[in-house]
């Protein structure tokens, strides 16, 4: 009989305030806007005429992903304008995603749900704002709720679907889509460590079982190298779907 | 954070608790875990609206301007070099169109020549052969002259000794004119 008694998922999750609230949640998403910021700083004072190294060269990546790889893919040239908040999506996501598997951090702020929730909200108020804006009240409203082309009859069933699916769902699944996945990798992290410390310093008279604890640390290698693609991964879905969200609302014809 | 029990055969083996910043199991046991903290909220969120909006008027309008100028510069760089390429395009065609006309004016020089040479060797050639014709025709003559002096001298002699033969056989000088007849057409055989 072998068994293995997980801490509370809690324990895992929440973090003592190193000050007045302020957690290591706090520190990491303070640290996000903070190194996403001096990266761009010391990008803008590099000469821009020579061909870009370093952070230079790693800020105008990031900006032709965005602007190349979302904004034109989804909204088209007129999303342009849209390029410095999709990036600090892109950059801020990112950022709070990928301390989940760098030492001494090793958390996620995204595992929280804290961040994804504010985020989803903003996006949500964000794309509703320029639906408004682009459409009008009524038009918006229209657009989004009576999708052109359906028999009217299939109203009755089509709008409160859109209405659930466009006004309601979008954030809840925007949230819980990148919460979820970064908070699993967390978890998965998590068993797998404690899992390799267990069999390693297991007082046993198996011995055979303490060899067998390289099997969870390969695992443990697998899944951190798995979670570098998931940060990256979540970070650009979150942005794309932000982009689509927003050039939905102000192009609904598209 | 609590301790990692294993249990082997029965016989529970506690292993060392992982401890950390986290919070104690108490604490750990509300909220739960999908309930957003506030103070999270406020930190998270307020670290990115100044980031984003740092993004938006600072830092992305100065790199991107950067990039705009260097492709600005890059851009025209490339129409540059398209200029120049036409232009040296043009000079080469205009290089080639005047070797064409050199090559065709030396051509019709040397056809020029080659006719003057032609003519002038022509001329010559005539010159020569009218030369030669001449010399050969006086050569001839001075030959037919000679000859005739010579056949005269031969006649003359024949005849005198003939004429002396004659004398002698005969006791007197035979006519002249009947030798010198004899001798011609003896000669003429």
Redesign the interface.
Known sequence: ?????F???????????FFT??????LI??L??VI??VV??L??R?D??VAPTGV?NL??TS?EFIENGIVMETMGKDGLGW???L???F??VYL?NVPGIIPILYMP?TA????P???SL?VWVIYNGVGIKHQGVGGYLKSTLFPPGVPKALYILVTPIEFISNIIVRPFSLTVRL?ANM?AGHILLVTFA?LS???F??????IA?VPMGILPFFMLLFITAFEVLVAFLQAYIFTILTAVYIGGAAHPEH | MQAVVLHVQGSALVLPATTGNTVSATEASKPGPIVPEVKELVWGGGAFVVFALLMRFVLFPRVKRGMDARYESIRGAHENADQLRLAARAEVAEYDAQIATIRADAARVVDAARQTVERERQARLAEVNARLNEQRAAALAEAEAARAAAQGEVREAVSDVAGRAGELATGHRPDPQVVERVVDEVMAR
């Open positions: 009989m072998l068994g293995f008694e801490p509370q998922i809690n324990s895992l999750l929440r973090w003592k305030d609230s302020f957690n290591k949640i706090g998403a303070v996000a806007a996403g910021s761009f700083l990008a803008g590099k821009p005429q230079r800020a105008e900006i390029t410095p908040f990036l600090s999506i950059i801020f709070c702020a929280r749900i804290a961040i929730m504010f985020l903003l919460f908070l404690l410390q267990a069999m310093q297991a007082t046993t008279h198996k079982l």
